[in-house]
């Protein structure tokens, strides 16, 4: 599923073929379920489980998050184990997530991430809110959460989060495929892997997006396999029929751009360079240099 797309794409003459996890091949070293990662009473950080292990396997997610079960298949769930804390008096739950690849496991937690969260220093990547923590790392999604927004909630999450990142194994950098976007003027902990839908579009699967700063507005650049994607945007209400002339100093493969304009997503600007589909939200004439620049590294 994720990143199987991108395997045989050649970029800079170097073959991304098996590529997985952070630009190395995932060598199948990950084979414990993901309870042996939830610890138990730990006396020297006053930590104590209060309750047993469970763990729900595939389609049983639903009678652990009903409701919200589809999205975490989309991107790849295996299972998830889950025991109750204690830290003095305060209860939380921790839940380990593992998914069948580390683009899985990224992609949830992008989905999952709230704008403007704060950025928490674990594993891949995390964030924080008053009463909870995730973090991603390798095949799993690391949720420990309290069930109220009190001092000591944010106190036993912080003694916890720490032996989590280190008791759960995997890489701790992000999905390979990000190396074929541009570092220059990225905005933080923005990067996001979509499987399924991007923009509204139920043929437009597996994109990876990033967002920059460029001359004081944001754009949001996006990559995908090319396949025929291209051509079932170009028939969709949105797309006004012609690549306007504004756009033709974008270097694009000839012929193999167009413009799709939406009343939520503005002008987005997408073309074809060899084997992949790239793209802009937010497009504006003054950011051609920028385009061109980061198309020209796509050959």
Sequence with gaps: MAGKLFRLILVAGVALSGLMCGGELDTGEQTARAVAYLPG???????????????????????YINGGAELYHLYGFVEVA????????????????EFQSCEGAFGLFSSLRPPGSQRANFG?????????????????????????????TGEAINVLAPVMAQLVPGRTDLPAVFGLFPDADAIEASECFIAEAFQGQSFLTDVYC????????????????????????????????????????????????????????????VGQKGRLMAGVIGYHEGIDDFMNGWLATLQ
């Design 41 to 63: 009473s730990i006396d020297t950080l006053s930590v104590q489980q209060v309750s047993e292990a469970r763990t729900f396997v595939g389609d049983s997610l639903w009678e």
């Design 82 to 97: 889950t025991a109750d804390y204690r830290h003095g008096e305060t209860e939380f739950i921790v839940d380990v997530y």
């Design 124 to 152: 891949v990547d995390g964030f924080s809110t008053s009463s909870s923590l995730d973090f991603v790392k390798g095949r799993y999604l690391i949720r420990i959460t309290g069930f109220d927004a009190t001092p000591q």
């Design 210 to 269: 990033r967002s920059y700063r460029v001359d004081e507005d944001s754009v949001v650049l996006f990559l995908t396999e090319a396949a025929d994607k291209l051509t079932r945007w170009s028939n969709t209400p949105d797309f006004d029929g012609t690549l306007p002339t504004a756009f033709s100093g974008l270097t694009f493969d000839e012929g193999k751009a167009i413009e799709i304009t939406s009343d939520f997503y503005g002008v987005t600007v």
